[in-house]
């Protein structure tokens, strides 16, 4: 009878240390390289995040620069026949106009209102000083100071084009950013 109890015992404590082995398998300890692999998994990523979205900035800042310098090369404006208002597709560009104007206080500059030859010389110098001021209001409006801008007409006295075609009419019909 001693052997059987002898073995019941040895069964038990065999099951108690399964049981023992297996909890303590439950609360596993990682290891400090795991742990700090992981801290620098996240920072690198992070760092990573972060390089991306400068670069992101880096980019777009560098296509602004672009754009401003493209606008600013732009310095004739085109207005339709009998019209003084300038064209919805001008606005971007005179909009840079107006923020270098802001942007340096010490800089002037003059616009020059021209019209095709159809019309009295009145008449095509007054239309050349409503184009003009369309667009100073504009560039007022947009941050540049009055003091900065001058304004002058020409009219039709000198032509871009002096052809009798509505392509050279076009050309004619015109203000002209003079730095």
């Known amino acids: 009878m001693k052997i059987v109890h002898l073995i019941k015992l040895v069964l038990v404590l065999f099951a108690f240390s399964g049981f023992v082995a297996c909890s303590s398998s439950s609360e596993e300890v990682i290891p400090e390289e795991v742990v700090e692999t992981n801290e620098s998994d996240v920072d690198a990523t992070a760092r990573r995040a972060q390089e991306l979205e400068d670069e992101a900035r ?9 754009m401003m310098r493209s606008a600013l090369a732009t310095k004739v404006f085109y207005f339709d026949f009998d019209v003084a208002e300038f064209r919805s597709a001008d606005r971007d560009v005179l909009t840079y106009h107006a923020r270098d104007l802001a942007a340096n206080p010490s800089k002037q500059i003059r616009l020059e209102g021209h019209a095709d030859e159809r019309g009295t010389r009145e008449y095509n110098l007054a239309l050349g000083e409503r184009r003009t001021n369309a667009i100073m209001n504009y560039m007022i409006v947009n941050g540049a100071a009055r003091n900065q801008v001058e304004t002058v007409s020409y009219g039709e006295e000198r032509p871009a084009d002096r052809g009798a075609t509505e392509a050279a009419y076009q050309r004619n019909r015109r203000v002209e950013i003079i730095d």
């Open 58 to 66: 880096r980019r777009a800042a560098a296509a602004e620069e672009r």
